[in-house]
Nanobody
Framework: QVHLVESGGGLVQAGGSLRLSCAAS????????MAWFRQAPGKEREFVAG????????YVADSVKGRFTVSRDNAENIAALQMNSLKPEDTAVYYC?????????????????WGQGTQVTVSS
């Protein structure tokens, strides 16, 4: 079982930045895909970004491309989401997720391990 804990959420003004972290309670994340999703009130949970832990390959949703970056810290087993140029529409609960495999997939059903989520609020 992979236990995931997110941190780094908060309140920020539009145009600001936040960095989210996801700590995983496993010895190694080799052969895992780590991903970030978000869910705004009244909306479905949506894919934001993912990273192939072995190869470092990343995939970022079009809605945040150029503003958000996903990265890994191998030594600490931490996946990070750097969010720049934040907009009010980025306000949501952000979740970290993990799946065993080699492919970054976007449906929520592709991930079997989830964190509890962290709130990000962007004020205008």
């Amino acid at each position: 079982q992979v236990h995931l804990v997110e941190s780094g959420g908060g309140l920020v003004q539009a145009g600001g930045s936040l960095r989210l972290s996801c700590a995983a309670s496993v010895r190694t994340l080799s052969n895992y895909i780590m991903a970030w999703f978000r869910q705004a009130p009244g909306k479905e949970r949506e894919f934001v970004a993912g990273i192939n832990w072995n190869r470092g390959q990343t995939y970022v949703a079009d809605s945040v491309k150029g503003r958000f970056t996903v990265s890994r810290d191998n030594a600490e087993n931490i996946a990070a989401l750097q969010m720049n140029s934040l907009k009010p529409e980025d306000t949501a609960v952000y979740y970290c997720a993990a799946r065993w495999g080699d492919s970054i997939v976007t449906p929520t059903t592709g991930y079997g391990h989830w964190g509890q989520g962290t709130q990000v609020t962007v004020s205008s």
